[in-house]
């Protein structure tokens, strides 16, 4: 299968889907009567919704130029022309959100208004790892959409989906949600999907997702199937999601994301039932960074999280979609499950630099060329490993002509486990003469020893 984010340059056959639930209007064997003196009932229709939300809906044009880095032939086209989505999410400053692909490389973006006029719009901020943009036009009587909060959505709830699918512009389709907070699949950064089976094909990127009051659920972006086709399988940002990005890049034209210093893999069944937690859910955590927020906090290898500022925790992917859709020094409470008993913790989400000035003790440069520091992390089939993790190795180093690399994890030194980088350091300093330390190395799933000269 092939996940597809979602550009259109030519004009091809498009299925139409339409699945309402007309328990309302449901076929009979016979036609229904009417008579003079009674009105007949109105035919279920979604127009009222959709008259509201469509004008909020916009086509984006986008000529660009495409990086020599990626041009296969010298002389093939540098130019090119793609179209997509977009929605306003403010009439009077005239924000639109879009998808951040959808404008990538371009050089000029055009907007046209479901009434036809056009204007030019300026990039306010885009932000990858989520894959949304934020553009503004200057212009006058523009319609925004309604923003629904997309934790409340429930698989089966009717949804349409309006955008631009090969060109044709104001096109809408309509569907269920299938899942919700589908996660790794490797498209963007940050996942949380809702996944809807109304049809969503290229060219929809950067629309809108409504629901049936014609409010913002998601902004579509990407398909799962073959090239070129739909089957059923669409994948929108919630709203959510879209709002707590959109504010960033309003604000400052990029998200400023900080870290907290944890790793969080799935509990799943067979971890739950292997650690005696069956039935439990939430997040694993696997390693806590010594000296980062997490640590400051606390928290501790084999603590389930189970929520995070009074929002249930289902999964590890959820864990770190929180964390980094947070600004810097939002406050965190987060609850956690230890050996069967409840624990609150506090945390503070850090900036990056002073995270890793935390982080990063003066004695990390004990092999030249190489930063250290402490693991300790639940792994798969070796249960808690301690020792100290290599981070980055100069390639014009003695360490690494001695085949030291990064995330490689030191267990032992001259026969000595080291549990930590204060552990190492102790062998290091106890040795009189020579300072070759003969190393132990779990590399992936295996064990290799090195020779490796330490600095006094």
């Not at 589908?182 to 409504?210: C, H, K, M």
């Amino acid at each position: 299968m092939q996940i597809s984010k979602l550009f259109t340059k030519n004009i091809m056959p498009i299925p139409f889907l339409l699945a309402l639930l007309l328990s309302s209007a449901a076929y009979s064997a016979e036609p229904a009567k009417t008579s003079e003196n009674t009105p007949s009932q109105p035919m279920p229709s979604l127009a009222e919704a959709l008259n509201n939300a469509m004008p909020a809906v916009v086509n984006v044009t986008v000529l660009g130029e495409v990086p020599a880095k990626y041009l296969q032939k010298p002389d093939a086209p540098k130019q090119f022309q793609e179209m997509g989505s977009g929605v306003i999410i403010n009439a009077k400053k005239g924000y639109i959100v879009t998808n951040a692909h959808v404008i990538k490389n371009g050089k000029v973006t055009t907007i046209m208004l479901k009434d036809g006029r056009r204007f030019k719009a300026k990039v306010l901020g885009t932000d990858a790892p989520s894959d949304l943009a934020i553009l503004q036009i200057n212009a006058d009587n523009l319609t925004q959409i309604k923003i629904s909060n997309s934790d409340t959505l429930r698989v089966g709830d009717f949804v349409a989906a309006i955008g631009t699918p090969f060109g044709l512009h104001q096109t809408v389709t309509s569907g269920v949600v299938s899942a919700l907070h589908r996660s790794d699949l490797g498209i963007e950064g940050y996942e949380n999907f809702i996944q809807t089976d109304a049809s969503i094909n290229p060219g929809n990127s950067g629309g809108a997702l409504v629901n049936l009051k014609g409010e913002l659920v998601g902004i579509n972006t990407a398909l799962i199937g073959p090239i070129g086709g739909n089957v059923g399988i669409g994948l929108s940002i919630p709203s959510n999601m879209v709002m707590q990005i959109a504010n960033q890049l309003i604000k400052g034209g990029t998200v400023s994301r900080g870290v907290v210093g944890v790793m969080v893999q799935n509990l799943t069944p067979e971890l739950a039932d292997a650690l005696e937690l069956s039935g439990k859910k939430g997040g694993l955590v696997t390693n806590v960074v010594p000296g980062s927020p997490a640590d400051k906090a606390g928290l501790q290898v084999q603590d389930i999280i189970e929520k995070i500022n009074n929002i249930t925790i289902e999964n590890g992917t959820q864990v770190r979609n929180i964390i980094g859709l947070l600004p810097v020094n939002t406050k965190l409470t987060i609850y956690v499950h230890r050996k069967d008993k409840p624990i609150t913790l506090q945390a503070t989400i850090a900036d990056p630099k002073a995270y890793k000035a935390a982080t990063e003790p003066a004695s990390a440069s004990l092999f030249d060329g190489v930063r250290l520091t402490t693991y300790d992390e639940l792994t798969p089939g070796f249960g808690i490993v301690k020792g100290v993790a290599v981070l980055d190795v100069d390639e014009m180093s003695d360490a690494w002509i001695s085949n030291l690399r990064p995330s490689d994890v030191i267990l032992e030194a001259n026969g000595q486990k080291v549990s930590n980088l204060d552990q190492l350091m102790e062998v290091v300093k106890k040795q009189e003469s020579s300072k070759s330390l003969l190393l132990k190395i779990g590399r992936g799933q295996g064990i290799i020893f090195i020779v490796a000269q330490a600095y006094s």
